[in-house]
């Protein structure tokens, strides 16, 4: 949990920590501007601050269009160079461990401190901005009447997608299992808010997210603005949404499965996040990746996401194309196991084929043996079919031979049925040859008796 609590609190606190301070008489602060905003940074901090000088602006001008509404500028983001010196001005902090970011309304300021955003992701570090730009953007629109919930709800919905979201859906499905979700008046609260972070961002995300996709973005941000002229969150929603706020609640736990099984990966704002699709494809999951895209699929067609409904797409074929080797490879199996050797082999041919255009090397290993089995069962049947018709021409011992070496092949491959088959044959062809050889004993024993008769006989006519 402390890890996640890091991880939210990077994109946390539209609260002022320490109002009135004059910071600048507290760090030899140095600037350098931008067109939207003035970077503050200490001398140890100059290529950090052209880092967030390379993509500030543009931030701005997404969160702007997002919400329909420019916040005034220059707005100002300052960039602390350690936590200790970033408690030492905002005291109140200290009650937060593992903050890495606040927005400060009043002063219109972003707050990073810099150290902590050392382990983050490119992606990551501008959803810092990006969410904390966002309260500002936010507190505006509501003049800042909007709870805490909903304002980190949204905070969150307009940034992109990254690790840190898969990581919130695994909480909030395990508070959904353990029926620990809060109800929306709790959420009014912000000390619930703020003191429960592992349930509370998650799901302030999913209320959002269900009132986006239920009722569109616009509508969202019409609640923003009816917030400001509203006594509470519960009357505004009611006016934005034309449902009662206990009707709503009851519509989101309806959807909320929907969502923890993939639906989170729908963001009006970005394209289809279409990563999770990809690894279950590259983990050779694809039934599981079909499933995810069906539900991408319908709502791509939607939203009118062309690029990435055509990826999408693609992907589907693929997930498709990948469950068709999987069933020729458990036909081929099937067929192995019934002794149908001929159609194994064009089963496997098939299979192999399809796997090596998905570049899906996974089952090369198995496949290779399937075939190396019908092979054998195939020639373990010319042998057998040999030994039947040599022993149709008498030629028992080559006959004998082939229907042992038949014998001896069905056994390693394990085909009982047939194995025995062999087997039968052999004794029949050792019943036949023993029985040949009487025969022939029978026959010579029998000349021989005759030759002698023939002479005793002569013998005595001759005598006589």
């Known amino acids: 949990m402390g890890y996640f609590i890091r991880l939210l609190l990077a994109l946390v606190i539209a609260v002022v920590l320490l109002p009135g301070k004059a910071l600048s008489q507290e760090l030899d602060w140095l600037e350098q501007r931008t067109e939207r905003f003035v970077i503050l940074y200490t001398s140890g901090d100059h290529q950090t601050a052209d880092e967030y000088a390379g993509f500030v602006d543009s931030i701005y001008d997404e969160v702007s269009a997002i919400f329909g509404h420019q916040t005034r500028t220059p707005v100002t983001l300052r960039l602390y160079p350690s936590l200790e010196r970033y408690y030492e001005l905002n005291p109140l902090a200290r009650g937060l461990p593992g903050v890495v970011a606040h927005a400060d309304f009043r002063r219109h300021e972003v707050v990073v401190i810099v150290p902590q955003t050392w382990s983050q992701t490119p992606d990551e570090i501008q959803n810092n901005v990006r969410h904390e730009l966002a309260?500002?953007?936010?507190?505006?629109?509501?003049?800042?009447?909007?709870?805490?919930?909903?304002?980190?709800?949204?905070?969150?919905?307009?940034?992109?997608?990254?690790?840190?979201?898969?990581?919130?859906?695994?909480?909030?499905?395990?508070?959904?299992?353990?029926?620990?979700?809060?109800?929306?008046?709790?959420?009014?609260?912000?000390?619930?808010?703020?003191?429960?972070?592992?349930?509370?961002?998650?799901?302030?995300?999913?209320?959002?997210?269900?009132?986006?996709?239920?009722?569109?973005?616009?509508?969202?941000?019409?609640?923003?603005?009816?917030?400001?002229?509203?006594?509470?969150?519960?009357?505004?929603?009611?006016?934005?949404?034309?449902?009662?706020?206990?009707?709503?609640?009851?519509?989101?736990r309806e959807w909320l499965p929907s969502y923890l099984s993939g639906g989170y990966r729908r963001n009006a704002l970005t394209a289809y996040d279409l990563s999770a699709v990809e690894t279950l494809l590259e983990q050779g999951r694809y039934a599981e990746a079909e499933r995810e895209l069906k539900t991408a699929l319908d709502w791509l067609r939607e939203s009118g996401q062309s690029e990435t409904l055509q990826e999408a797409e693609d992907l589907l074929d693929r997930s498709v194309e990948g469950q068709r080797a999987e069933s020729l490879a458990s036909e081929a199996r099937a067929a192995l196991a019934s002794g149908d050797y001929d159609r194994a082999a064009g089963l496997v041919a098939q299979a192999q084929h399809m796997y090596a255009a998905l570049g899906d090397t996974r089952q090369d290993a198995v496949l290779s043996a399937y075939a190396q089995r019908a092979r054998r069962g195939m020639r373990a049947i010319e042998l057998l079919n040999e030994a039947r018709s040599q022993a149709g021409a008498l030629l028992y011992p080559r006959a004998r031979e082939a229907a042992d070496a038949a014998a001896a092949e069905f056994l390693a491959i394990g085909d009982r049925a047939r194995a025995e088959e062999a087997l039968v044959l052999r004794e029949f062809l050792d019943e036949r040859q023993s029985l040949l050889g009487a025969l022939l004993l029978l026959l010579g024993v029998g000349g021989i008796a005759v030759s002698v008769l023939r002479r005793l006989t002569g013998a005595e006519t001759e005598a006589w």
């Open 135 to 252: 309260h500002i953007v936010i507190a505006d629109l509501s003049d800042n009447r909007l709870n805490a919930a909903f304002h980190e709800g949204l905070a969150q919905y307009v940034e992109h997608p990254s690790r840190e979201l898969e990581a919130k859906i695994r909480l909030l499905q395990l508070a959904f299992d353990e029926n620990r979700l809060f109800t929306w008046s709790d959420l009014d609260d912000r000390d619930t808010v703020y003191s429960h972070p592992e349930i509370s961002y998650p799901q302030s995300l999913s209320m959002v997210a269900f009132l986006v996709e239920r009722y569109s973005f616009a509508k969202v941000r019409e609640f923003l603005t009816v917030t400001a002229r509203s006594s509470g969150y519960r009357s505004a929603l009611q006016r934005a949404f034309d449902a009662s706020p206990g009707e709503l609640e009851r519509q989101w």
